[in-house]
């Protein structure tokens, strides 16, 4: 199974809006109600940040939302802050025991 | 504080063998699913492994089933990746994660541990 594909970047200025889409087949994102997003910052570990499309984990703001429709999924980040400049990451789980990343996006903060 | 801790990462051969370790602390280590994700240098993120939290229950990626194996011992809080046959495409930064819902999300990930494939 291939990788998840998202756009390799994506910009917005402070306190904008930015949406990252995350596109699948009906095998994995359109399949199930299991898609997550992680912010990876620099040379750091991958952190969750959205988890079966729409929900947030403690501790994570409501700027992060997420949404789905058909193969594809989104993430919006909402009142863009300087520290949301970071890779962000898509994954679905693909049945079979089997879970599928995106290629990632780059968010740039101009 | 949760924290994972992996090590015994390094520089391997192509065809031979090294084994990871993740460290646990901070959470009952015994009730979570674990998994192991990578990184290659400047690529995105793959799924590698993950584990149920008796360690019965071992599953893989493709790429790595039948050289790779997952296991634990739940008596010292610590998550284990043994890897064989190893190839360049091996090389990554992988991480250790705790499972919050099984293979759908992972919400607590070590630091990463470089692996590299060379002769």
């Known amino acids: 199974q291939s990788a998840l594909t998202q756009p390799p970047s994506a910009s917005g200025s402070p306190g904008q809006s930015v949406t990252i889409s995350c596109t699948g087949t009906?095998?994995?994102?359109?399949?199930?109600?299991?898609v997550s997003w992680y912010r990876q910052h620099p040379g750091k570990a991958p952190k969750l940040i959205i988890y079966?499309?729409?929900k947030r984990p403690s501790g994570v703001p409501d700027r992060f939302s997420g949404s789905k429709a058909g193969n594809t999924a989104s993430l919006t980040v909402s009142g863009l802050q300087a520290e949301d400049e970071a890779d962000y990451y898509c994954?679905?789980?693909?049945?079979?025991?089997?879970?599928?990343f995106g290629g990632g996006t780059k968010l740039t903060v101009l | 504080e949760v924290q994972l801790l992996e090590s015994g990462g390094g520089l391997g051969q192509p065809g031979g063998s090294l084994r990871l370790s993740c460290a646990t602390s901070?959470?009952?280590?015994?009730?979570?699913?674990m998994t192991w994700v990578r990184q290659a240098p400047g690529r995105g993120l793959e799924w590698v492994s993950a584990?149920?939290?008796?360690?019965?229950?071992?599953y893989y990626a493709d790429s790595v089933k039948g050289r790779f194996t997952i296991s634990r011992d739940n008596s010292k809080n610590t998550l284990f990746l043994q890897m064989n046959s190893l190839r360049a495409e091996d090389t990554a930064v992988y991480y250790c994660?705790?499972?919050?819902?099984?293979?759908?999300?992972?919400?607590?990930w070590g630091q990463g541990n470089l692996v590299t494939v060379s002769s």
């Open positions: 994660a705790r499972v919050l819902l099984f293979l759908r999300c992972f919400d607590a």
């Open positions: 901070g959470f009952a280590f015994h009730t979570y699913a």
């Open positions: 584990i149920s939290g008796s360690g019965a229950s071992p």
């Open positions: 009906s095998s994995d994102v359109g399949g199930y109600n299991y």
């Open positions: 079966d499309v729409t």
């Open positions: 994954s679905s789980y693909a049945g079979n025991n089997n879970l599928l």
